[in-house]
């Protein structure tokens, strides 16, 4: 109080605390290639459903590209009456929504094989982050080109080194995917995909091409190597199972959750969050032995469909050991397996939609560690 802050607008785009430097994206494994790599979310650090979009998790291919949105242009044709080329500026003209989404990797959680018990939940679930996405509806630009009837896939095409393609089918194009420019009210960071990306809400992250710049109507699955080499499930029988494309339902509590302390007995709020790729959340129940009894937890406001939802119990830890988990049912019915169900069924040749409950392990004296 006996002297004067910092002054306005240093630095003109401000950053946080420097108390708050422990709060960052990891980079996620050893990568023979930094540009074909990944970072997760701090989610043990966050506050709320909004992941901060210097927070927001990445996935690149091939690194991220330096797009000038001057030169950017997006093609739309194949199966189109009038096959288009639309600037930046001309996305911007049209109407637009804004809608709060969580994006996920379906390479989040690593645990059919690798789990390690230092895991925090930045490392089980960080490819995993909550954004308002805003941008143009698909089903405008596809109406403006005039889709074919025989039309009943769009292929979608990156601007990066990756070139990136994915299928996308026609009905998700029509219901609610966004050709997205902004995120959390500015314009969307590089790592996502400036200036321009699709948006899938629920869908696997993979099929939300960033840099988007091309989108092509076709009358059938384009079979490129993100979906036939890459992103299909190999089933315990060796059979591939091909476009898993919607992001079941999971949680996780991110506190008390692995790598932290627990320092004093007595009362602690359980804290986590739960989503699912088919609507919204129903209920999120906690565990605090492993299973044995369940509380049902408070879902914080607003609970949105495709969307994080925040999950709260208060809690009293005894100093002893616990076992934490928590188990959702999005509002379609559909109950969070536990890991041993979702083995049973899938094997562990799989590397992803591991939507498995998660355990945390409290020790006497209140080190937690992942479960594996
Ligand atoms: N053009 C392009 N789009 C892409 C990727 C990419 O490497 N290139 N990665 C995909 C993957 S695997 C995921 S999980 C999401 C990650 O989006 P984010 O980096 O904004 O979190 O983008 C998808 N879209
Ligand atoms: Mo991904």
Redesign the pocket.
């Known amino acids: 109080m006996r002297e004067q802050g910092a002054p306005v607008a240093n630095p003109p785009y401000g950053v946080p605390s420097p108390f708050e430097q422990h709060v960052v994206r990891r980079p996620r494994g050893i990568a023979r290639f930094p540009t ?1 790599s ?1 970072s997760g979310t701090p989610l043990q650090d966050l506050h709320g459903i909004i992941t901060p979009n210097g927070l ?7 690194g991220v ?1 330096k797009i000038d949105p001057d030169a950017h242009r997006l093609l739309i044709h194949g199966l189109a009456d009038r096959p288009l080329i639309f600037t930046m500026d001309d996305i911007l003209r049209f109407p637009s929504v804004s809608r709060i989404h969580f ?6 959680t690593p645990e059919f094989r690798d789990a390690k018990p230092s895991w925090t939940p930045q490392d089980t679930h960080g ?1 995993l ?1 909550c954004c308002e996405w805003t941008g143009v509806p698909l089903s405008t630009l596809l109406a403006e080109v005039g889709v074919q009837p025989s039309a009943s896939w769009v292929l979608a ?4 080194a ?5 299928s996308i089918p026609i009905d998700k194009a029509w219901d609610d995917a966004i050709v997205a420019y902004a995120q959390n009210g500015e314009r ?2 590089p ?3 400036y200036p321009l ?2 948006f899938l809400p629920g869908f ?9 710049r091309r989108l092509k109507l076709g009358d059938q699955p384009f079979q490129t190597r ?1 979906e036939t080499s890459k ?1 299909t499930d190999l089933m315990p029988d060796g059979k591939a199972r091909q476009f898993t494309f919607v992001m079941e339902a999971k949680s996780v509590i991110t506190r008390p959750a692995g790598g932290q302390q627990l320092r004093d007995p007595g009362f602690h709020e359980i804290t986590g969050l739960a989503w699912s790729g088919r609507g919204r959340i129903r209920r999120v129940d906690v565990s605090a032995d492993g299973g044995a009894s369940w509380n049902a937890a408070t879902l914080q406001e607003p609970v949105l469909p495709k969307c994080l939802t925040r999950f709260r119990l208060p809690w009293t830890w005894d100093g002893g050991p616990a076992l934490l988990q928590s188990r959702t049912v999005d509002e379609t019915g559909y109950v969070q397996p536990p890991r041993e169900a979702l083995i049973d069924v899938r094997g562990v040749n799989s590397g992803y939609h591991f939507n498995a409950m998660q355990t945390w392990r409290i020790a006497p004296g209140g080190a937690i560690t992942n479960v594996v």
């Open positions: 074909a990944s927001h998790y990445e996935r690149h291919h091939a590209p994006l996920e990797c379906s390479g989040n490819l982050s095409e990156g601007a990066d990756a070139a990136m393609t994915r969307l960071r790592e996502q995909g990306r699709l696997e992250g993979n099929m939300s091409v960033k840099w988007l993100e992103y």
